[in-house]
């Protein structure tokens, strides 16, 4: 069992293919560049990210967002605790000049300037960590966003139907493991939308929006905003909310994506549920997605279906 942050995720990402595969479960740049746009999509709206911003993404993983987001800001600046990640971030992100990469030593970020950010988020990256470093980075992150700045940040909904499910999983993991050893660092791990909203505010950010009907909770927070800037991005965020927050359908596929890798449910049906809800975006989404997931195990899942 592996016990560092830095071991463990420099191992998931020996290969560009098996760094993919642990930042998304991607298994091509292809899949990974529309995975990234999704995600890059929300965060830009959450965000309201214009050309003139500074964007941070705490644990940038092979840039997957960052590649998607670098020409819309004006700096983009990607930090993580594995090395490994970010020699794949690098290469991805090779022709975008207005890009840089750090390495972080611990769940800090010495070496980003206080008062230098306008923007940063942090996508599934929180629900990997114990709850002082989510602690100690949110700290971090209040100290180097400028006054007037946002955050955007995620971890797993423990109290949504579907954050339980795949919670579930953990316990029933663990129950099979060699209990002498410590659990992996790097495992899931989940918060009640109280719980992360109440890390977020005594980390000093003033909480603007909490999205909490999915598996994901999403929040947006700001530093130092006045009372009109606040009631300003709170009702901006109220109206983009669809573009922000993961909607139910997008939470019944994640149910029946665990499913079927957890090998509770067979990837046909969720197959055919695409198709009963072919045309909306979650599905264009996912369908390309468990495709191409279907290519890599279809000696296990049978004949790959046509869209
Ligand atoms: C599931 S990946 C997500 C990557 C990226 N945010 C994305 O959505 O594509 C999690 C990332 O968080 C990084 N990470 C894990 N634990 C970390 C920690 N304690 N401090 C900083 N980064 C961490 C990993 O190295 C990995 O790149």
């Not at 709206?45 to 967002?65: F, K, N, P, S, Y």
């Not at 975008?96 to 599934?124: H, M, P, Q």
């Amino acid at each position: 069992m592996n016990n560092s942050y830095r071991a463990i995720w420099n191992e998931r990402a020996l290969t560009p293919e098996s760094a993919m595969a642990a930042v998304d479960g991607s298994s091509n740049e292809e899949i990974l560049r529309h995975t990234g746009r999704w995600s890059a999509d929300q965060v830009t709206t959450a965000l309201d990210i214009t050309d003139t911003d500074h964007v941070l993404e705490l644990g940038c993983g092979v840039g997957r967002i960052g590649r998607e987001l670098a020409d819309r800001c004006a700096h983009w600046t990607g930090v993580d605790i594995s090395e490994n990640m970010l020699t794949h971030a690098r290469k991805r992100l090779v022709e975008f000049e207005n890009t840089s990469f750090y390495a972080l030593e611990r769940s800090a970020l010495d070496k980003v300037d206080g008062d230098s950010i306008d923007k940063a988020y942090s996508i599934a990256v929180f629900c990997h960590m114990d709850k002082e470093d989510l602690y100690l980075y949110l700290q971090d992150l209040h100290r180097v966003v400028k006054p007037g700045g946002l955050i955007f940040v995620e971890t797993w909904n423990l109290v949504h139907p579907v954050g339980w499910r795949r919670w579930a999983f953990e316990p029933k993991v663990w129950s099979e493991s060699d209990q002498t050893q410590r659990k992996d660092v790097g495992r899931n791990q989940f918060c009640t939308p109280e719980e992360f909203e109440l890390y977020v505010s005594k980390a000093g950010f003033e909480v603007l929006a909490n999205y909490h009907e999915s598996q994901s909770l999403q929040i947006v927070a700001g530093k130092g905003l006045s009372e009109t800037a606040i009631a300003g991005q709170v009702a901006r965020l109220r109206t983009h909310k669809s573009e922000i927050a993961y909607s139910p359908l997008y939470a019944e596929l994640y149910a029946q994506f665990v499913d079927v890798i957890f090998g509770v449910q067979h990837a046909r049906d969720m197959f055919l549920f695409m198709q009963e809800h072919a045309d909306t975006p979650e599905v264009a989404l996912y369908q390309p997605y468990v495709l191409s997931l279907w290519h890599k195990n279809s000696e296990l899942w049978g004949e790959i279906p046509t869209p």
